[in-house]
């Protein structure tokens, strides 16, 4: 074999480069779409292939550039498991978004893709942070092509943060490569600047408050496509980097703790409904961080696997909800209701989606969250444990009972009752169909065998989910939240708002600050201008017409004279020229007398002084 | 034709009986069964199993996973409410339109 396996992440950036010359924009056809389904299932298997041969561990790849050795391919069992979810959330997503005819979207979608796995795979923090920055720009070209005004604002505001975020990264990485050399990408050493800036750039990516608004504020704007792809990427290479390099640092587990009480409580306040599944990443990602927080092997394995099955049963919660605002055109909970009759395979799909996030028997949260509750549990943390319980409650009324009774239950809303028949049937494309069941068959085979995931974790897994009292227990916990909602219902209902979050201070308070340069600066300046205007001017002025004056009158009068005291003397030098030959011969001669005079007695002193002698 | 009125005729009922007010009492009625079913269950697994791997206090409490789940529910119910209404963190959807 030429290499030892090849970069699952190529083949997407090499298709992401052949797309647009194989196929024209609109080229109708199955060859395009057996293209575009492709790349991923080679990438499955690519990756496959390296699970299966376990020598195929350790680091290959290894490049030189402006004098550092970059490594593209660091291969362990953490980067494969993020490398497989990453490459079969691929496949399932291009299968969702084959009926998009636009070439650009699939090639932001493939350089986005390929990006996420150069970053699983990169071995050192220079390779690490060239693939962060085309991720952030190939996912904001997602937000862009929705092509709308609030698109477009979401999307400039989105790359606004995330080079920010970058530039902390970065500078963290110069800081670190100055103080210890090029590093190979694992645990930070120091505790110095480098270790918070990196930490700051990681933590922006996994939208830890108050850094989280970018996602909340873009992901609803993005592309029905395009959401779900970033729904399962960004924020899940955020854990991946974090769980290599700051595995149980402490901060974690709190930062953790409050987003993911911060997401569910946004998540249940939210009408917009893909803005409810974004604020619900916020408090999935928190679990994920309190779990690298804690540093545990259990807590880490919990932490992989909950990003595993994450990825998938959020990218199906995005689908099913981009398919009814595909099929209805409306987005907010205010608009929907009743859909359950028009779109029950939707529906269906949803639930299993809502439930396996709930974390119920038999579904795929089941096995993957409380394993870091577990963690927590073991480490005595009761806060911790308590505050991601909360989050557990809200995490099913929010995502599994106030949005699904909102759009597919209750009273049918504008969508349904205007647009449409409440009996007809909406049900979306048959590869959206098929792409949700996927997802949702991973959802259930990862629920009911649980030691399909276990067996790929980092770490040996010494966890059992399936005991009788956590399977009554946590049913319990969700059943006993499900009552709360219903007898609370009418304080919940959704309103036609949207919730301040911290981009408030970046959207509001760049208005105070150009209402700042507008009127205390601004008025500053006319002043200095008046100022200028009326004082400095005018004695500018004056000094200029005192200085004509005395250059009209000074300075000409003086050239003036001079030259007329030559003239007159030229005059009367003239009249010397006599044109008498005696006097020329009495002036030679006082010449010459003079020059033997100066020779012999002005030479002699001139000799002396030269000399120095007396 | 009776093959068509019958599955018809089954999923107007199904939908009568989830949409319609008159069902509202029925409706509760399953739900409350189910609730009690489960707290039976939990309780005989807590009275079967030992507490040996208990490391809470509040473990203890026999059906605690239940009223955890009801209690924190609405705790967030009441935050919500609160951090919207009180704290002006729900605004209308022009907010920022006039940027």
């Avoid at chain 1, 550039?65 to 079969?88: C, M, N, Q, R, Y």
């Avoid at chain 1, 590093?183 to 990196?198: D, M, Q, R, V």
């Avoid at chain 1, 009326?534 to 009158?553: E, K, M, N, Q, S």
């Avoid at chain 1, 011969?585 to 007695?601: D, T």
Wanted: net charge neutral; hydrophobic share 50%; with cysteine.
């Amino acid at each position: 074999m030429i290499t030892d396996w090849l970069h699952p992440g190529l083949l997407y950036f090499l298709g992401a480069a052949l797309i647009p010359l194989l196929f024209r924009t609109r080229a109708e056809g199955r060859i395009r779409q057996l293209c575009l389904l492709l790349i991923p299932l080679l990438a499955i298997l690519c990756v496959c292939f390296m699970l299966m041969n376990a020598p195929s561990e350790g680091s290959f790849w290894h490049a030189h550039f402006i004098g550092l050795e970059l490594i593209l391919g660091h291969v362990d069992k953490l980067s494969l498991l993020f490398a497989l979810v990453f490459t079969v959330m691929s496949l399932i997503g291009m299968i969702y978004a084959l009926h998009l005819k636009a070439n650009g979207e699939h090639v932001a979608t493939y350089l986005y893709i390929g990006s996420a796995l150069g970053v699983v795979f990169a071995g050192d923090y220079f390779t690490l942070f060239v693939f962060w920055e085309i991720m952030a720009f190939a996912s904001a070209y997602l937000v862009f092509a929705q092509a709308t005004k609030a698109a477009r604002e979401a999307g400039f505001r989105y790359l606004l943060v995330h080079i920010s975020g970058g530039l902390c990264l970065l500078a963290g990485i110069v800081i670190l490569y100055t103080e210890t050399g090029p590093a190979l990408f694992g645990p930070i050493n120091t505790t110095g600047p480098a270790f918070w800036l990196i930490l700051v750039g990681f933590i922006l990516n996994a939208a830890v408050p108050p850094l989280n608004a970018w996602l909340t504020d873009a992901y609803p704007e993005a592309t029905i496509t395009g959401a779900v792809f970033m729904s399962a990427f960004t924020t899940k290479t955020a854990i991946y980097v974090l769980l290599r390099a700051y595995p149980g640092t402490e901060v974690l587990v709190w930062l953790g703790a409050v987003m993911a009480v911060y997401g569910v409580v946004y998540a249940t306040m939210e009408n917009d409904c893909r803005r409810l599944l974004a604020y619900h990443i916020v408090s999935q990602v928190g679990f994920m961080v309190a779990g690298v927080g804690l540093g545990s092997a259990m807590s880490l394995n919990g932490a992989g696997a909950l990003a595993l099955t994450n990825i998938i049963y959020k990218g199906l919660l995005f689908m099913a909800a981009g398919a009814v605002i595909y099929m209805t055109g409306c987005r907010k909970l205010t608009e929907m209701g009743g859909l359950y009759r028009c779109m029950p395979l939707t529906m269906t799909l949803y639930m299993i989606g809502a439930v396996s996030i709930s974390a119920f028997p038999l579904f795929s949260g089941f096995v993957s969250k409380p394993m870091i509750l577990a963690a927590a549990q073991h480490d005595h943390q009761a806060i911790v444990f308590l505050v991601l319980t909360l989050a557990s409650c809200g995490t099913f009324l929010s995502v599994g009972l106030k949005l699904p009774y909102y759009m597919f239950f209750g009273k049918p809303g504008d969508s349904t009752s205007n647009k449409h028949n409440a009996d007809n049937s909406l049900e979306p494309p048959l590869n959206m169909l098929i792409a949700m069941s996927f997802a949702a068959l991973l959802c259930i085979i990862i629920g009911v065998f649980p030691n399909l995931l276990y067996a790929i974790l980092p770490y040996p897994v010494d966890f059992e989910p399936y005991t009788a009292s956590h399977i009554t227990g946590s049913l319990n916990l969700l059943m006993f939240t499900a009552l709360g909602f219903f007898l609370l219902l009418k304080y919940i209902v959704p309103k036609n708002t949207i919730s301040l979050d911290s981009d408030w201070f970046y959207r509001r308070g760049a208005r105070l600050f150009s209402w700042f340069a507008h009127h205390p600066v601004a008025r500053y300046e006319a002043m200095v201008s008046e100022f200028a205007n009326t004082v400095l001017l005018r004695a500018l002025y004056a000094c200029a017409a005192l200085g004509l004056w005395i250059d009209t009158h000074v300075i000409d009068g003086a050239v003036n004279g001079i030259a007329k005291t030559i003239i007159r003397s030229a005059e009367k030098i003239r009249h010397l020229e006599t044109g008498v030959l005696s006097h020329y011969a009495l002036g030679m001669c006082l010449g010459i007398v003079l020059s033997v005079a100066v020779y012999f007695g002005l030479g002699d002193i001139g000799f002396n002084l030269m000399t120095g002698k007396d | 034709m009776m093959s068509k009125t019958g599955p018809n005729k089954r999923k107007q009922k199904l939908t009568e009986f989830i949409d319609s007010p008159d069902y509202s009492r029925r409706r509760w009625q399953w739900f409350i069964a189910v609730l009690m079913t489960m707290v039976a269950f939990d309780l005989l697994v807590e009275f079967l199993v030992d507490k040996e791997h208990a490391v809470f206090a509040w473990e203890q409490l026999p059906g605690w996973t239940a009223l955890f789940g009801f209690l924190f529910c609405l705790l967030i119910i009441f935050v919500v409410r609160f951090l919207g209404y009180f704290c002006g963190l729900k605004q209308g959807e022009d907010y920022y339109d006039d940027e």
